[in-house]
């Protein structure tokens, strides 16, 4: 994670004309439901990736925004009556304000410190998400009435519904590449690579860091709330250490301090889920040996071995020529 | 003394046993993982899986080969710490000088492996394991099963054998100089590499140990690892990272804080140790035993 920082590359316009096609297009090719699961990962491996990749905070207790989220959000569609956009923000608006009291606390220790305490954190949320009374203990939320978005757009229509988590899941992301891409998100970079430095420099490290952890946990809100509007669920799962192992997994095997790579990791490991889907044991298994192989063989993940290798192809190509092509900087 | 606030004292003795229990298992796990992580800088997270794994070849021994408790006792730990080290030697050793991070996953990925395969295999309920030792003592107001006692006899031994061994022997002596300073103490022609796989060993036999005691008071079960192990995170936090006085101590402290809540407050026996932890974050960040540096 303290490898030399580099900031993402511009992606070509082509390329993202064909993904915002792709994405358009995908609910006619695959099954809507799983392509929303497949979205609401993507947000939250993201949120968990602008913390992990770009401050260096491994933070293994994700699943308490994701989950906490979930069932504010469906507490407020199903008890309340809420209108579904309030109920993303009320979910995304509550995992900050968890994110806000546990960051202060967690903030206060480094590296492998920071990891524990953050996992044990959301042990304690766990906790009381099986005690609390709104939550349904064992049962968890069910049938949560998905609404009219603003009063107008007729979620139960999963198309419809497709595209509301596009669009959001798509904004989620951009906020994710313009935090990076901020000063803000350079003096973050500055802080991953040498706390001590940044701090001389007369930063104010822990107030940079909380801002972070508050606004990925937001992030990872919002993912566990369209969680809860698309299935009309919210369980124990969302907010049990394994939801957090599995976030962390999409985001090693796409690639720290990509900006694809949560994408590529969901994708592999919603995959996996779904294949698998009546046989937990062997998605333990499976991950498990996914983490295991991407720690020890590619541990810059799919996309970051991908960048890699056309950096290296680059790097042979302009040693080959004497005036290296343009935009290969 | 009959009733203290109200609450029999046969209750309270009988909580105050179970929480030295807890308290036994939370302290012999969070020593390995102080061992492990200040020798390594790494916390094992397969802590837990190789504490299932220890009582599971326990359970294997008496299922398969007959073999009782008290072979168990002294088989598994070697056992384990053997897998321990060819983990380290395989795996481990090749992400050295990188973020202990990438242990910290790996060690992650290795416990989903561990419980997954053992899932595969056993399902998620437990196997029975009988107890070695029948009978106990009566005392006026409760009965203590002799086998509880001597699991916190036991633990309580292999604490302060594994304290000696460490700050009072010359191989512990080794183990705090090449924490301190492995190129230095390299120079004096000692092993660093083979220190710090037979550390990783220790670490996992202690584990290993640990489910063997817990084999006949805890169901054997795939799922016992995972239980515990968080637990015993925020156990380290408490005590202080790397510290093998605070995993000691703060191990039973947390148990009997724990049993005693649930007397108290039995909602909130599940929470305690969290509570404590955070408590402990804001007002001592390093841990009650542990250094500013760590």
């Known amino acids: 994670m303290h490898t030399p920082s580099h900031t993402p590359r511009r992606l070509p316009a082509w390329a993202i004309a064909l993904g915002v096609a792709a994405a358009l297009a995908a609910p006619f090719v695959a099954y809507p439901v799983f392509l929303m699961k497949f979205l609401c990962w993507a947000l939250l491996a993201a949120s968990l990736n602008l913390l992990v990749g770009y401050v260096g905070l491994l933070s293994f207790g994700h699943a308490m925004f994701f989950g906490s989220a979930a069932y504010v959000a469906a507490h407020s569609l199903q008890v309340w009556g809420w209108d579904p956009a309030l109920a993303l923000l009320a979910g995304a608006g509550a995992a900050a304000l968890i994110g806000l009291v546990g960051g202060a606390l967690a903030i206060r220790r480094q590296g492998i410190a920071f990891s524990m305490i953050t996992l044990a954190i959301a042990q304690l949320v766990s906790f009381v998400a099986l005690r609390a009374p709104f939550t349904g203990g064992e049962d968890g939320i069910q049938n949560v009435p998905r609404g009219r978005f603003a009063g107008l757009l007729p979620l139960g229509d999963d198309l419809v519904l497709y595209y509301l988590v596009l669009a959001i899941v798509g904004a989620g992301f951009w906020i994710v590449y313009r935090t990076v891409q901020s000063p803000f998100g350079h003096v973050l970079t500055a802080i991953r690579d040498n706390e001590p430095r940044a701090i001389s420099l007369g930063y104010r490290v822990n107030r940079y860091k909380l801002a972070a952890y508050v606004l990925s946990s937001a992030l990872a809100g919002l993912a566990g709330s369209l969680k809860a509007l698309v299935f009309q669920i919210a369980t124990l799962t969302d907010v049990s250490w394994t939801t957090s192992g599995e976030a962390l997994l999409m985001v090693i095997v796409g690639g720290l301090q990509t900006l694809a790579g949560p994408l590529v990791g969901a994708l592999v490991v919603v995959t996996m889920q779904n294949q698998f889907a009546s046989f937990a044991e062997v998605v333990l298994l499976l991950q498990g040996l996914v983490f295991v192989v991407v720690v020890l063989v590619f541990r810059r993940g799919v996309v970051g071995e991908w960048e890699a290798w056309r950096a290296r192809r680059a790097a042979g190509a302009a040693a080959t020529k004497i005036n290296p092509p343009e935009g290969q900087a | ?294």
């Open chain 2, 1 to 294: 003394m009959d009733h203290l606030l109200g609450i029999p004292p046969a209750a309270i003795v009988g909580q105050l046993i179970v929480g030295l229990i807890n308290g036994s298992f939370y302290a012999l796990l969070s020593l390995g993982l102080a061992i492990i992580f200040g020798l390594l800088h790494i916390v094992n997270f397969a802590h837990g899986a190789q504490y299932m794994l220890g009582a599971f070849i326990a359970w294997a021994m008496l299922e398969y080969l007959g073999l009782g408790y008290w072979w168990a006792l002294l088989i598994v730990p070697l056992v384990t710490a053997a897998i321990g080290m060819l983990i380290e030697r395989t795996m481990l050793r090749r992400l050295h000088g990188l973020d202990p991070v990438y242990a910290l996953l790996l060690t992650f990925g290795l416990a989903l492996l561990l419980e997954g395969a053992f899932r595969l295999k056993f399902g998620a309920s437990g196997q029975p394991y009988a107890s070695p030792l029948s009978g106990g003592i009566t005392l006026p107001f409760a009965f203590l099963p002799a086998y509880r006692i001597w699991v916190i006899v036991a633990s309580v031994a292999v604490c302060v054998a594994t304290w000696w061994f460490v700050e009072r022997t010359r191989f512990g002596a080794y183990l705090r100089a090449a924490h301190e300073n492995p190129a230095l103490v390299r120079t004096f022609g000692i092993r660093v590499p083979l220190l710090l796989t037979l550390t990783y060993g220790l670490g996992v036999g202690l584990a290993g140990l640990g489910g063997v005691m817990a084999a006949p008071i805890y169901q054997v079960s795939p799922l016992m690892g995972s239980n515990l192990i968080v637990v015993v995170f925020a156990v380290v936090v408490i005590g202080g990272m790397g510290s093998i006085v605070g995993a000691i101590v703060a191990g039973f402290g947390l148990g009997v804080i724990e049993g005693l809540t649930r007397l108290l407050v039995p909602d909130a026996a599940g929470v305690v140790v969290f509570v404590v932890m955070l408590l402990t974050l804001a007002l001592r960040p390093q841990g009650l035993f542990g250094r500013g540096d760590l």
